[in-house]
């Protein structure tokens, strides 16, 4: 239960520093609803990136990432089973476009 609290103020409170250009830094939490369900109760990570100026539309930038998977503890009649922890580390590039000054748009491609 602690874990889940844990996963879910991380998730809804979960903030980064970001700019239009330079480095970023980032914080992520989240419940897996995927086949890691019944293994993992949370995950947490830090994300870290820095993105350059091309022009005044288009940026580009490298992003790496570290997320931690928390594994969930169960009863298996009387032997409690200990499932192993899951890492991530996703390496990605990314583009961001400025239609106007106040928003943009990109996305992010990359590998775990």
Request: proline share 4%; hydrophobic share 50%.
């Amino acid at each position: 239960m602690k874990n889940l609290i844990l996963g879910l103020a991380l998730l809804f409170f979960g903030t980064g520093a970001m700019a239009q250009e330079g480095f970023k830094l980032g914080f992520q939490g989240g419940l897996p609803i995927n086949e890691y369900n019944d293994v993992l109760g949370v995950v947490i990570g830090v994300d870290a990136g820095y993105m350059w100026a091309l022009g005044e539309v288009v940026d580009l930038g490298v992003d790496i990432s570290y997320i931690y998977g928390f594994p969930e503890k169960f009863r298996e009649g009387t032997i409690l089973v200990d499932l192993p922890s899951i890492q991530f580390l996703p390496v990605a590039a990314s583009v961001r476009i400025w239609p106007s000054n106040s928003f943009s748009f990109g996305v992010d491609a990359g590998q775990a």
